[in-house]
Structure formats: structure tokens, C-alpha cells
């Protein structure tokens, strides 16, 4: 498809909106909006209502879409085009579409992969406008009608993706029509070398520099823009190559390659689009290296080392005070334990002493009396905890069948740890439940316990039931890195908490 | 015929009547609000964090700083979040002084709110009354602590000091006169049909959407819930109290309104009760010297005058300050609720609906 003719019905507002779309084509004057001179096959400015001048050929294909857009926006609608199927020239925009909404997924490149995927359908043309895998596929997609001329440029202006070269394997009959796929997979394509066909600066450039600093040779940043350098072009001149798109000269595009490739991924607006021609290796092409969060991503969630980290200044709790009756009761076990044998070990202690005075002829020693507990004076006992008694607590664990790791109460107030998997169930049967009726999800919040084996974190719910004023409290251990079920599909007020 | 969109623009963070550091991010169609997004955090202090290296007594200091208008609810909820943390029975009297003051801090709290947000709608004369009266009660806190806002008016265990000389006929002559003062606030409002007009309506938040959001306190009362600590979970010596929970049903800006004004009149009830009740005897349990925190886990919740304020502490075998402390600020949960009390209506009635949550951004970012 491609758009041959543009012009403007009486009517224009003179709303510059047009301009703003596609300004190669269109410029709003005082009173009226124009179709520009430079894009015109007469050269006239004018609105071009009653001469319908051709576009130029090299434009009725890239302007198409903005120049639809622009049509589209006018508010008054007084833009008008002939839009014809491209014969001569279609250019594989499916492709284009879909990679470049690709791209907005995954960002970070993988040129390797995308190369090696291109290459795999060797024999057509590919037009791979990004590196990920879903653009690959795409591409791979695209490349099923015979060769075409590559006329799709990288990437929209709206990919955030570094553009990535439109690959065309080297074809004798490429720009011609349709050869048959069989012939072009026979072309000797081994004895190209990638080469730079042609380099342009898209709209947006923020005269940053830096691609003159990758490629001096190509790039030449003005006050305003980066122009491309006469040096290397065909033609001699010295614009932006947006246009126009003219040819690098040979022997510069593929000197070049590396440097151009390096300075369009440098670029920070990537506005830097090129074509390479020939069989690109991957060898050929620099390597990106991976960012640290899309290797995170494709590792599984962040995991810090608290214990190994090298610099950190907060020292780190030793014990895991984490509140729960079977430690509890192994405490008092073991500590009675220790009390009994010391009483076992003074009365043996005792007896010993006993007999060496009896032998000795001295006194016998006193007897060991058993120590009492600690009087308690003080206005203070601390609740320690104890069995779930609660009908609450013994009903959930019957619904939760195995789930539960172990409910107690302590200080009065309820607890029901669950195992991970169990956690949305249990506030769903909290919330659901008739004889439960837990409406409100109080507060949620969560402890580290850098000191912990086996989880880092306890996560605590905190469920109000208004209607039957009660209070439960449901435990969650969960390790470095491992995420919960949300609980705001339940409980709505998760969300901030 | 012409090109139009929405409009994304700020309110706040710097704007009077956002009470505090509040930025809105405000999607608006015309005048109609699309979206309403809370962009909180401005006024972050890492309380919670700075209390795990404070000890138990040391870390009620921070809690007079955040909600700073009701700092005497928030020592009560830290102090009998301790409490019941190490198992402290607190003698009588203390309960009933301790009641006392935050029903006067409740009012302070609603003061403060009834004339920001009169302010904000557009009514200045209600400020100064209202302001009038706060100072009234702050002075009694004065005499009390000697602090007016940043009170840290109790200790664990009970209270530092019994009241001082004189204390009960100030509050006695504060309480002979805050009736009438009240009826002032109504006749300049309740009937106002300015007031009526720029509240009725505006910013509703019914029963459902409220526990499912998690609001609390007066406006999820002013929807119809009468969900109230004081009596589903009866605290410090409200158990013994006969007071009202005052609700409304419409769920509005006005609503709220007729809540709090009832509340403070409920208020004024308790603390004649407490006054006229108040038990002989010690204000301070027998403690040890250093309390030595065992395993334990509590989270203790209070009415304060915005809503469930609770505190959650983890004790570590041995250790005098928390492992873990955190706040649930009833300031910061009912602040949820925002986007579905605006979104959709007009511009105007944001201010409203911020002013009628009444939100305290210390306690919001804490």
C-alpha cells in the first residue's frame, strides 16, 4: 500500500495538527495548509486541491502512515489521499507492525539470537526490526512472500528498542519482483561481507553527541541536529538522509559497520536507523551485553545476600524471635530437663559428700534443698502461648486441611500460620466462611529474620470481624525472593498495605 | 471540532488544603475528575525502623510525631500495645486518667478538622472558633505534661505523674462551657444551606467499599458500620464507660460531619465520667527496673480520632527495645479510599473529600 497523492478540501483551520503528524508533507501557513514542494513530483507548493501533484515516489511508501494519521487527526477533516496497493514496491509492513510492538516488551537485545533466527530462513528477505524473540518470530513470519525490497526502517519512533539492522542475505533479483524462493536460496551468500547500505537520522535527535564520538567518520552533530557526512554518501550531501535515503558508498559501509552498529545503540533517543546488506556473522556484529535487571528477569527474582554482602554497616539480629508454641514448649522441656539433672547431679553430689564425712569421721553436710521459683512482685507476668483452643482457629484447621503449620494463641490474641500455598484459601475461607465472617483486613505487614534458616520472612494478616468482634491473626514464612499470593483480590484494602 | 484530551495536573504536594505533603496526581476531563492518584511519602521518617533501636520507652517519643494533632491516642496505643506485649497490668485510676485524655485529645483532634475543613470548603468563621477551644484543651494537656502536643503523656505501666493540683477544675470549667461551644459550631453550620450544598453528597464512601478498603473510625460510621474499638474491643477503662457510637447513614461529607460533632459530644460525656469516676488509688504498676522483652508478638489496636490506629511489636528474647514495630495509621489506610470517593465527580469536591477523611500526612508517611 502506498499513498500517491494528498491534498486539502477546503476548510482547513489552520490547526497545525497536521503538521505535527507528518511535517515532511504538510506546513499550515496564515490561512491554509500546504502540501510541501519538497515532497511533490511538480515541486510546487500549494494545498494541491484542484492539481493532485503526485508525492515522490521515494515518499508515497514511508510517509503512508503518518500521513494517514495526520488525515485522521484533522478535526475537520479536510485532508484527503488516494491510497493505491503498491505494486512496484510493498514493503513488508505486517513485520514492521508487529516487531516494532514487540519490542516495547522486551527491550534489551539479544543481537545473537536474532541474527542466527534471521539467517535460519536464508534465501528471502527478513526484515527483523528487534531482537526479541517475539519480533524474531515475526520476522520469521513475514519472510514467507518472496523477497522484497527492504524499505521498512528498524523501528517506529515510539520503540524504546536499540534498532537492529534490517537484514537482507545478498540476492542478485532482490529489488526486483518476486523472484522464486528456490533461486534466491541458491545465490552464493558466503561470499558477501555485511556491508552498511544506508544510515539515517529519524526525527528526535537530541544533539547529544555521542554517536560522533562512536562513528566521526559518518555522524556530524550540528547545533541542531546530526547530520549524515558527505564523505560517505553517494550523493555527496550532507542532510539527515531522512528523506532521501541515500546509499553509503561501499567501501565506507563496510569498514564502517561496526562503529555505525555501535553509535545507533549508543544512541540514548534511537533515532540512528540503518540498513545492512550481505550475510551478517554474529561475529560481525558487536555483542550486547545483557543488563543486570534483564538478566534478574530471566534468573528469577532478586535475591540479595544479606549474610555475604561486603559493605553493609547494620548489624544483623542473631536470634529469630519468632512467636510459636512447639518452641515454646520445647524451651520448657529442655529447660526443665536442665533443672532436673542439676537437681539429680546435687543430690548424687550430696550422697558422695556424705559418705567421704562419714568415712573421715566429720560432720555430714547439709542436704540440698530444691530451689523454688522466683517469686513474681512485680505487676507483670508474660503471656507465654498456648494451645488453640479458639473455635476460630480449630475450625480453619479443620478446612485447611495439612496447610496449616500450627495455630496457637498468646497475649490473648489468635494465631494460624499457613504454608504459602494455603495462604489465599485461608483468607478466602476467613472472608467466606459463615461461622468465620472475617470482613476486614485490618493490616498486613512483614518482619525479616536475616538470622532465620529456611525463610527470611514472616508475613502477618491482621482480620477484623466487625459483625462478631474477633480478632485473627494469619502467618505466612516465606523465603528470599519468593512471592506471595495477593490477598487483594479478597481483601480489597491489601492494595496500600 | 477542536482537539480534546485529558488533562493530568498536581494537586499539591504544596497546597493548603492537601494538610500537609499530599500530592494528588489528577486526571481530569473538564472539570471531572478521571482519575485520582495519591502520591504519598513526602513526609517519610522511618519511624517504625528508628523504634527497633530505640527501647520500649524511648520509642513512644516518636509516636507523639506521627499523627501530631491526637499525639495522647497514639502514646495510648504504644503504651498498652507494650503492655500487653509484656503482660502489665495497669492500675485502675491510670485507665481512667489515660481515657480521660484521649477523649480530650479526640476532641483537639475533631477541632482541628472541623475548622481546617470548613476552611477548606469555604466557612473562616468556624476556624477561630474552633481553634478557640483547642487551645482550651491544650493547655490542659500543658498542665498535665507540660508538653501541648508532643505530649509522651504516659509511661508503660501506667502514668509518670498522678494529675496536678487543680487539673480537675480546669477541666471541669473546660467541660461546663464545650456544650455551648458545640451548639455554636452547629448553628453556624448544621443548617447553613451553603454548607448543605458543598457537603451533601459530595465525596460519598458507602459501608461495602469502606471495610473492603479498610477504612475506619468516623468515616466508615458516617456510612452506617458502627464499628468502634472502644466497644468491639473495649480498651483502658471504656469498658467501664457509658457512651453512644454515633452513626449516620448517607455516607457523605455531611454525614461525617454529624458524626464527628456527635462524637465530641460523646466525648464530653466520657470525660465527665471519668472525672466524676475517678478510682483512689496508685497510677503506676510495679515494674522492674528495665523491662527485658521475652518471645512475643501483639498487635494492639485503639479508636483514635481518625480511625483504627494499631500498633504490631515483635519482642526478642531479652532485648529492651522491639525487633519489629509497625504502625497501622488509620490516616494512611482510610487515604485508600480517595480515588473511589472522587473519581468522577468534580474537581472541587477533591478538596472536600481530603478534608473530610482527615488525613494527617505525618501519620500517612510515618
Known amino acids: 500500500m502506498a499513498i500517491t497523492k494528498v491534498w486539502i478540501e477546503e476548510g482547513c483551520i489552520v490547526c497545525n ?61 479536510v485532508i484527503k489521499y488516494d491510497q493505491v496497493a503498491n505494486v512496484a514496491a510493498p514493503a513488508p509492513e505486517p513485520a514492521a507492525t508487529i516487531a516494532a510492538h ?39 513470519v513475514a519472510a514467507e512472500p518472496p523477497a522484497l525490497a527492504p524499505t521498512v526502517t528498524a523501528a517506529s519512533e515510539s520503540t524504546v528498542s536499540v534498532p537492529v539492522p534490517v537484514l537482507v542475505p545478498m540476492v542478485p533479483a532482490a529489488t526486483t519482483s518476486a523472484p522464486p524462493v528456490a533461486a534466491a536460496s541458491q545465490a552464493p551468500v558466503e561470499t558477501v561481507k555485511p556491508r552498511v547500505t544506508k544510515v539515517w537520522i529519524e526525527e528526535g535527535c537530541i544533539v547529544c553527541n555521542a554517536c560522533e564520538a562512536d562513528s566521526p567518520e559518518v555522524f556530524h552533530v550540528t547545533e541542531t541536529t546530526c ?77 540479595f545476600d544479606y549474610k555475604t554482602a561486603p559493605n553493609r554497616q547494620v548489624a544483623m539480629p542473631k536470634t529469630v524471635p519468632l512467636p510459636s508454641f512447639h518452641t515454646y514448649q520445647e524451651e520448657q522441656e529442655a529447660a526443665a530437663a536442665a533443672d532436673e539433672a542439676k537437681w539429680t547431679k546435687s543430690l548424687a553430689d550430696f550422697e558422695t559428700a556424705k559418705t567421704k564425712a562419714a568415712a573421715e569421721g566429720k560432720e555430714a553436710p547439709k542436704a540440698p534443698v530444691k530451689p523454688v521459683p522466683k517469686k513474681n512482685d512485680t505487676d507483670m507476668e508474660f503471656p507465654v502461648p498456648g494451645e488453640a483452643k479458639d473455635p476460630d482457629l480449630l475450625h480453619l484447621v479443620e478446612l485447611l486441611d495439612g496447610k496449616v503449620s500450627q495455630a496457637f494463641e498468646q497475649a490473648g490474641e489468635l494465631t494460624l500460620q499457613v504454608h504459602p500455598d494455603g495462604l489465599q484459601e485461608a483468607l478466602m475461607f476467613c472472608k467466606g466462611d459463615a461461622a468465620l465472617r472475617y470482613e476486614m483486613l485490618a493490616d498486613q505487614t512483614a518482619t525479616h529474620f536475616p538470622a532465620a534458616e529456611g525463610f527470611a520472612f514472616s508475613v502477618v494478616y491482621h482480620l477484623t470481624s466487625i459483625s462478631r468482634r474477633k480478632r485473627l491473626r494469619i502467618r505466612v514464612l516465606v523465603k528470599e525472593g519468593q512471592a506471595l499470593d495477593s490477598a487483594v483480590q479478597i481483601y480489597p484494602s491489601a492494595n496500600w498495605m | 471540532m477542536f482537539k480534546t484530551e485529558e488533562m493530568e495536573i498536581n494537586l499539591g504536594p504544596q497546597h493548603p488544603s492537601t494538610h500537609g505533603v499530599l500530592r494528588v496526581k489528577l486526571h481530569l476531563d473538564g472539570e471531572t475528575v478521571t482519575r485520582c492518584v495519591p502520591m504519598i511519602g513526602y513526609l517519610h521518617r ?50 481512667y486518667i489515660r481515657t480521660m485524655l484521649t477523649e480530650l485529645n479526640r476532641i483537639t483532634s475533631h477541632l482541628l478538622w472541623l475548622g481546617t475543613h470548613a476552611l477548606d470548603i469555604g466557612a473562616m468563621t468556624v476556624f477561630l472558633y474552633a481553634f478557640r477551644e483547642r487551645e482550651e484543651v491544650l493547655s490542659i494537656f500543658e498542665a498535665f505534661c507540660g508538653a501541648r502536643l508532643t ?62 478498603l479498610g477504612v475506619t473510625g468516623p468515616v466508615l460510621r458516617a456510612a452506617g458500620s458502627s464499628y468502634d474499638i472502644r466497644k468491639a474491643f473495649p480498651y483502658a477503662a471504656y469498658a ?20 464527628r460533632l456527635a462524637e465530641m459530644r460523646q466525648s464530653h460525656r466520657i470525660v465527665n465520667q471519668c472525672l466524676d469516676g475517678l478510682p483512689e488509688g496508685p497510677v503506676m504498676a510495679k515494674l522492674p527496673k528495665v523491662l527485658k522483652s521475652e518471645v512475643n508478638e501483639v498487635y494492639h489496636a485503639i479508636e483514635a480520632p481518625k480511625g483504627e490506629l494499631g500498633y504490631y511489636f515483635i519482642g526478642e528474647k531479652g532485648s529492651q527495645s522491639p525487633y519489629r514495630m509497625h504502625i497501622r495509621a488509620p490516616s494512611f489506610i482510610n487515604l485508600q479510599a480517595l480515588p473511589k470517593m472522587t473519581e468522577g465527580r468534580l474537581l472541587a469536591d477533591v478538596i472536600a473529600a481530603i478534608g473530610t477523611l482527615d488525613v494527617v500526612l505525618g501519620e500517612v508517611d510515618r
Open chain 2, 46 to 95: 522511618g519511624v517504625e525502623k528508628i523504634c527497633e533501636d530505640k527501647t520500649f520507652f524511648q520509642g513512644q517519643v516518636w509516636t507523639d510525631r506521627t499523627d501530631y494533632v491526637a499525639a495522647i491516642s497514639n502514646n495510648l496505643g504504644w503504651v498498652e500495645g507494650v503492655e500487653k506485649l509484656f503482660g502489665i497490668t495497669t492500675p485502675r485510676r491510670a485507665h
Open chain 2, 151 to 212: 505530649t509522651t503523656a504516659f509511661r508503660i505501666g501506667g502514668l509518670r505523674e498522678d494529675i496536678p493540683p487543680g487539673f480537675e477544675k480546669q477541666v471541669r470549667a473546660f467541660q461546663a462551657r464545650f456544650l455551648d461551644c458545640i451548639e455554636e459550631y452547629e448553628t453556624l453550620l448544621t443548617e447553613n444551606r451553603i454548607w448543605k450544598k458543598r457537603t451533601i453528597g459530595v465525596a460519598p464512601l458507602n459501608a461495602e467499599d469502606a471495610i473492603a
Open chain 1, 102 to 140: 514487540s519490542t516495547a516488551i522486551a527491550p534489551d537485545v539479544d543481537i545473537e539470537n536474532a541474527v542466527d533466527a534471521a539467517l535460519g530462513t536464508s534465501g528471502t528477505t527478513v526484515s527483523v526490526s528487534a531482537a526479541a524473540a517475539a519480533a524474531v518470530a515475526a520476522a520469521t
Open chain 1, 227 to 303: 547530520m549524515i557526512k558527505p564523505g560517505v554518501r553517494l550523493d555527496g550531501q550532507e542532510t539527515e538522509n531522512r528523506l532521501e535515503k541515500n546509499g553509503l558508498k561501499p567501501a565506507d559501509g563496510e569498514r564502517l559497520i561496526e562503529s555505525i552498529i555501535a553509535a545507533a545503540k549508543g544512541c540514548p533517543v534511537d533515532v540512528i536507523k540503518f540498513e545492512v546488506l550481505g550475510e551478517a556473522t554474529p561475529a560481525s556484529l558487536p555483542v550486547v551485553e545483557a543488563k543486570p535487571h534483564a538478566e534478574g528477569i530471566a534468573a528469577g527474582p532478586y535475591v
Open chain 2, 240 to 259: 467501664e464507660m457509658d457512651f453512644d457510637v454515633p452513626t449516620q447513614t448517607a455516607g457523605d461529607t455531611y454525614a461525617r460531619y454529624l458524626v
Open chain 1, 17 to 77: 495538527a497536521c503538521e505535527a503528524e507528518c511535517p515532511d508533507v504538510f506546513h499550515v501557513t496564515e490561512d491554509s495548509c500546504h502540501i510541501k514542494g519538497d515532497s511533490r513530483q511538480d515541486g510546487r507548493e500549494s494545498e494541491n486541491r484542484d492539481e493532485k501533484a503526485e508525492l515522490k515516489a521515494a515518499l508515497q511508501a514511508s510517509l503512508e502512515d503518518s500521513i494517514i494519521a495526520a488525515a485522521a487527526g484533522c478535526p475537520v477533516e
